[in-house]
């Protein structure tokens, strides 16, 4: 079996607790031939320090420091430093499994002119660092020999949870290098812009039922959970672009997703405490009368209860969608559990 090569490129910014673990687990890999790029995107604590100390001697770990920009833009750095085959984005605080560059180049091996691999994955959700629940997200293993073969399916891809994200899956350098495919600098949405992107150049993809990443997100905390200006405009366009890709394919589906991700963008906002209730109430009523919003209320599909029960709240009067929303909020906030529940039946 040849083993093809893997460049592991990682964003790092103020991660001077848990970047020497991180690495550690990196150094066990079950794999020989794959390097990592660590991309200090300008941190001000004593992570550079720690990771200098920790990959000393460690041929494989390459260190690159950049001024704070993000974690899109440092993606981006790594992927100019990148030598080998394929890349593979992880984030600086999950847990890859030991195998998964193992697993990876069997299937490469098997399928040697696969473009893209996704994986299944385990998402932890925690409070205060404390694991409040966990889920398992399982896919049917499956080829998709052609593109528009995987298009038809992208929307139930989607709605499974596997298309969003980089760290489950496994990209094509070549394909990334030659069409200038990079991370856009924003807040939120930048990955799955450019999942969509890569999507558009690939023609064969390998779903795999094997888990090979443990994601943790902290409830209330992160990049996800921040207020930002064009947050709304960054879903927005990924909705657009994921109908444009596929020739609105399911149109009704990724509108229900659509909703879901202008929930997580309101929730952003009612949490902003640099606005006033006023100016909370003002922005909130500008994207519900969006023209994405509005077409996404129309015709988003109602497949499950929770989404039948939240294009029915996006239908309520504005006054009342707010106040519903608002205690959908203090949920997310306060009883993680509950709202981890309600999205994995969405």
Not at 46 to 61: C, L, M
Not at 192 to 198: D, M, P, T
Request: net charge positive; charged share 25%.
């Amino acid at each position: 079996m040849s083993a093809v090569g893997f460049s592991i490129i990682i964003p790092v910014y103020n991660a001077e607790l848990i970047i020497d673990k991180t690495i550690e687990s990196l150094k066990k890999l079950d794999y020989q031939n794959y390097e990592v790029i660590l991309v200090n995107d300008g941190s001000t604590d004593k992570t550079e320090d720690i990771i200098k100390q920790s990959i000393n001697g460690y041929h494989k770990f390459h260190l690159v420091s950049t001024t704070n920009n993000g974690p899109g833009p440092a993606r981006n750095i790594g992927i100019a430093n990148a030598i080998n085959e394929y890349l593979l984005f992880f984030d600086v605080d999950d847990v890859p499994k030991k195998t998964i560059l193992k697993d990876y180049n069997e299937i490469h091996s098997k399928h040697t002119d696969i473009d893209l691999i996704v994986s299944s994955f385990t998402y932890v959700t925690k409070k205060n660092n404390v694991v409040v629940s966990s889920k398992d997200y399982i896919a049917d293993e499956r080829i998709y020999r052609s593109k528009n073969e995987f298009l038809d399916d992208l929307y139930s891809l989607m709605n499974k949870q596997l298309m969003y994200v980089v760290w489950n899956k496994c990209y094509k350098s070549k394909i990334v290098k030659e069409n200038s495919i990079c991370f856009k600098n924003y807040r939120s949405c930048e990955d799955r812009i450019f999942n969509l992107e890569y999507f558009k150049k690939c023609n064969k993809s390998f779903i795999s039922s094997k888990i090979e990443y443990v994601y943790e997100f902290e409830s209330g905390k992160g990049i996800t959970n921040d207020y930002s200006i064009n947050k709304y405009q960054t879903f927005k366009e990924f909705y657009e672009l994921t109908n444009e890709l596929t020739n609105g394919r399911n149109k009704s589906g990724t509108a229900s997703l659509f909703l879901k991700g202008v929930t997580s963008v309101i929730f952003s906002i009612l949490n902003n405490n640099d606005l006033s209730n006023a100016e909370k109430k003002e922005e909130i009523s500008s994207l519900l009368n969006d023209s994405a919003t509005v077409e996404a209320k129309k015709i988003a599909i109602t497949d499950t209860k929770s989404k039948w029960m939240l294009k029915k709240i996006y239908n309520l009067p504005t006054f009342l969608f707010i106040k519903l929303i608002s205690s959908g909020n203090f949920i997310e906030l306060k009883l993680p559990r509950i709202m981890s529940a309600l999205k994995k039946v969405y």
